[in-house]
């Protein structure tokens, strides 16, 4: 089975970058498509990026294009974040997702596995 496990989060100020990590301890995350997700306090999850098996193919929410850049290393069962000129409404909970299908989705019901999540917190 697959299980996701979130690293990289921590508290910096505005303008600065952080790269996010989800590694899987599965053996099926080649064929998966995955996503980032995250949560804000009083708000619901929201999309952030997908990218397909092949990493061919990305998506981002408009909030984060320009600034944040999803990839994978397959080799590594690891999804990256990277995360630049972050700003305090970047603040959340942030998770990862995995759903077995080689294309890319935006919501979250189409997700089969979650991470725990990794806080970013940014300060203005």
């Known amino acids: 089975q697959v299980q996701l496990v979130e690293s990289g989060g921590g508290l910096v100020q505005a303008g600065d970058s952080l790269r996010l990590s989800c590694a899987n301890s599965?053996?099926?995350?080649?064929?998966?498509?995955m996503g980032w997700f995250r949560q804000a306090p009083g708000k619901e999850r929201e999309f952030v990026a997908t990218i397909s098996l092949s990493d061919s193919l990305t998506y981002y929410a408009d909030s984060v294009k320009g600034r944040f850049t999803i990839s994978r290393d397959n080799a590594k069962s690891t999804v990256y974040l990277q995360m630049n000129s972050l700003k305090p409404e970047d603040t959340a909970v942030y998770y990862c997702?995995?759903?077995?299908?080689?294309?890319?989705?935006?919501?979250?019901?189409?997700?089969?596995?979650w991470g725990q999540g990794t806080q970013v917190t940014v300060s203005s």
């Open positions: 997702a995995a759903r077995r299908r080689s294309y890319v989705s935006t919501g979250p019901q189409d997700y089969d596995y």
């Open positions: 599965g053996r099926a995350f080649s064929s998966y498509a």
